[in-house]
């Protein structure tokens, strides 16, 4: 059974004929299926799926919407290229995030440093008192903040979050059990 539409042929050139600039192809090209009583064949300048180079084409060969397929059938719409400005919005916003974040991470992390190079330093020391461990607690106290506003914000997972300051006091703890400043499993003392 023959289609009952007319069947015209598009080429990529009578495209970007009807472009506002006939030098300038299509900077996109938008697929979807069209009717199965339609036929259409496109000439298209890359590979078939089929294997070499040439036409695409699927006729209708039944009116209960059947394709004998003999390629793909295609309809293509040619867009200027020019994005709508909520997607320039939206990238605009994306970098300044992207920035900001960078910023929130990048103070976590040095702060993060900071009392593990104190930690080290205590663990190192030979004579260190068990005052010294508040200055760390403060500097302690201070990455708690920055990784809870890195969270807070959404740069950071919870989870992450809650797993780097676990690493800071189970740091603190090692070296407190290491001085001898606090034993663990302990039967606490009753006050009298």
Same mark, same amino acid.
């Given at each position: 059974?023959?289609?009952?539409?007319?069947?015209?042929?598009?080429?990529?050139?009578?495209?970007?004929?009807?472009?506002?600039?006939?030098?300038?192809?299509?900077?996109?090209?938008?697929?979807?299926?069209?009717?199965?009583?339609? %036929?259409?064949?496109?000439?298209?300048?890359?590979?078939?799926? @089929?294997?070499?180079? =040439?036409?695409?084409?699927?006729?209708?060969?039944?009116?209960?919407? &059947?394709?004998?397929?003999?390629?793909?059938?295609?309809?293509?719409?040619?867009?200027?290229?020019?994005?709508?400005?909520?997607?320039?919005?939206?990238?605009?916003?994306?970098?300044?995030?992207?920035?900001? !974040? @960078?910023?929130?991470?990048?103070?976590?992390?040095? %702060?993060?440093? &900071?009392?593990?190079?104190?930690?080290?330093?205590?663990?190192?020391?030979?004579?260190?008192?068990?005052?010294?461990?508040?200055?760390?607690?403060?500097?302690?106290?201070?990455?708690?903040?920055?990784?809870?506003?890195?969270?807070?914000? =959404?740069?950071? @997972?919870? !989870?992450?979050? !809650?797993?780097?300051?676990?690493?800071?006091?189970?740091? &603190?703890?090692?070296?407190?059990?290491?001085?001898?400043?606090?034993?663990?499993?302990?039967?606490?003392?009753?006050?009298?």
């Amino acid at each position: 059974m023959a289609a009952t539409s007319t069947s015209p042929l598009f080429s990529l050139s009578s495209l970007s004929a009807s472009l506002p600039s006939p030098t300038r192809l299509p900077i996109s090209l938008s697929l979807r299926a069209i009717s199965p009583r339609a %036929r259409l064949s496109v000439s298209l300048p890359f590979a078939s799926p @089929h294997g070499g180079y =040439g036409s695409w084409a699927s006729t209708s060969t039944s009116s209960t919407g &059947k394709l004998r397929r003999r390629g793909l059938e295609v309809v293509c719409e040619a867009t200027t290229g020019r994005r709508p400005d909520s997607v320039a919005k939206r990238e605009r916003q994306n970098e300044k995030h992207r920035i900001r !974040n @960078h910023a929130r991470k990048a103070e976590m992390r040095t %702060r993060m440093k &900071k009392v593990f190079r104190a930690l080290e330093k205590l663990r190192k020391k030979a004579d260190a008192q068990p005052e010294e461990i508040i200055e760390i607690e403060k500097m302690i106290a201070e990455a708690y903040k920055a990784i809870d506003k890195t969270v807070q914000v =959404g740069a950071l @997972h919870r !989870n992450t979050g !809650n797993h780097r300051k676990s690493r800071l006091a189970r740091r &603190k703890k090692a070296i407190e059990i290491l001085r001898g400043w606090y034993v663990p499993n302990a039967e606490p003392v009753a006050a009298a």
